[in-house]
């Protein structure tokens, strides 16, 4: 019975970012299917934000499921600093093929936070290992999100839901993006504003650049902010040439969420990291990795044993979560997948479109198959505890439709099984959800 799972749940259950006190009743999960996810009482719930942004084909895909069945019962877990097995081979080389030449070298672990703390630990330690010392400094955009653990925090400060741990947390230069949505005249005066401050910044800052943390053409919990391709490659060529190494956090963005592959792709960049959890496994699978290039991994070979990467955890390339990875691309790989997703786009493009006309909608913007709008008074980012946000909340919760606003960025990221019927419910629902709120 739902309800008393839900008494037993108050009882011993902590839920992740969630206001126990106010927040409403979790969702009693029994089951799911495709985007759909059913409770205790056979409510069926549209997952229009693929449960946290890690599925891809949608939730009990079989291929995925019996890969995981297999694999535990052949390899479920060895350790991987003496170890090695064919699905993290066979998930490395899959992962290396798509990504732009030089990235070549996966480290695993198991989380989004830590894929970009190893990014972060490999690039200072890459600095020490050839002896420069002058590099300590890290470069993060305004408004990124990378994490929650203290380096990720670190670099996310400025998304402004990490002040309580600020005595914890390093100090990081944090430089200006150039956020952009349909219809903004003031893109290329930002973008230039930006641009220059970099300049300012490198001018001050030549030698002392570790890396350049940035997520690619959407930062993602800091409100669906994206920017255009040509100012992300400006900002990247402008750090590459200060001889600052380039991050890119593909935690969220990357296997297709933006329409292509990854969003270095899409942008024509190739970092020197790429941090990858979320979909990795299509949303099966706790699992991430961390790609680099061959010229960082040689600077770290030497007799010297503390020149290694003295680095892991104990899941490490946990056979299960390869094969999950290796069964997802698969899937991704399928020239339907990038057919859906492009179909996926049109369809937001064409129902924000409509959406943008309500009353007090602000920003429409759409990259692949991620769309996000702005809910005055304000038409900015107001944080996660917004009003109007907690409202919709309940008021999708209503419909049975699992939408979580950011603050008051409404934004819909589906998996990439989603149906046109399903798309134009969630459409539907956000229609009237803004129309009920802004009474
Ligand atoms: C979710 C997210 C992370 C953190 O991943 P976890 O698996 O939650 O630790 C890091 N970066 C980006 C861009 C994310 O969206």
């Known amino acids: 019975m739902s309800s008393d799972l839900l008494a037993r749940d108050r009882r011993v259950i902590w839920h992740p970012f969630t206001q126990a006190l106010t927040a409403p009743e979790p969702i009693a999960a029994v089951s799911a299917n495709g985007a759909e996810i059913v409770d205790a009482e056979g409510n069926v719930i549209l997952d229009m934000i693929s449960s946290w942004w890690v599925n891809l084909h949608g939730h009990g895909h079989p291929l995925i499921a019996d890969a995981i069945a297999a694999q535990a019962r052949t390899l479920e877990q060895v350790i991987f600093a003496t170890c090695t097995h064919a699905p993290a081979v066979d998930l490395a080389e899959g992962i290396v093929a798509l990504l732009p030449d030089p990235l070549a070298r996966v480290f695993y672990s198991d989380n989004g936070s830590t894929a970009v703390e190893v990014a972060l630990k490999m690039a200072l330690q890459y600095f020490r290992n050839l002896g420069d010392t002058r590099r300590t400094r890290f470069v993060a955009m305004d408004g990124a999100y990378h994490g929650d653990t203290v380096g990720a925090m670190s670099l996310g400060v400025s998304c402004g839901i990490f002040d309580t741990w600020g005595e914890m947390l390093f100090s990081v230069d944090t430089l200006p993006n150039a956020p952009t949505w349909e219809g903004d005249d003031a893109v290329e005066a930002k973008e230039a504003q930006a641009l220059a401050a970099l300049d300012a910044y490198l001018d001050a800052n030549r030698d002392t650049v570790v890396a350049a943390i940035v997520e690619p053409l959407v930062q993602g919990a800091g409100g669906m902010r994206m920017c255009r391709p040509a100012f992300l490659k400006a900002w990247v060529e402008k750090l590459k040439a200060a001889g600052a190494l ?18 270095c792709v899409k942008a024509g960049v190739a970092p020197d990291f790429v941090c990858l959890s979320k979909g990795i496994t299509g949303g099966f699978m706790p699992m991430a990795a961390t790609v680099t290039t061959d010229a960082i991994y040689a600077a770290f070979l030497s007799k010297d ?135």
């Open 246 to 263: 380039i991050v890119f956090d593909e935690v969220m963005t990357g296997f297709g969420r933006l329409g292509d592959l990854f969003a």
């Open 305 to 439: 044993t503390a020149k290694a990467f003295l680095h892991g955890h104990s899941y490490t390339a946990n056979p299960l979560g390869c094969a999950a990875g290796n069964a997802s691309l698969k899937l991704l790989l399928d020239p339907a997948c990038a057919k859906r997703r492009a179909e996926i786009e049109a369809f937001h493009r064409a129902a924000l479109a409509e959406v943008a006309k309500l009353p007090g909608v602000r920003k429409p913007r759409v990259a692949g198959t991620v769309a996000a709008l702005n809910l005055d008074p304000g038409g900015a980012e107001q944080g996660l505890g917004a009003a109007v946000g907690l409202k919709l909340k309940a008021f999708f919760k209503g419909e049975n439709m699992l939408i979580r606003p950011l603050g008051n960025v409404v934004y819909l990221l589906p998996p990439y099984c989603v149906t046109d019927e399903q798309l134009a419910r969630a459409w539907d629902s956000i229609a009237r959800g803004i129309r009920a709120v802004s009474v």
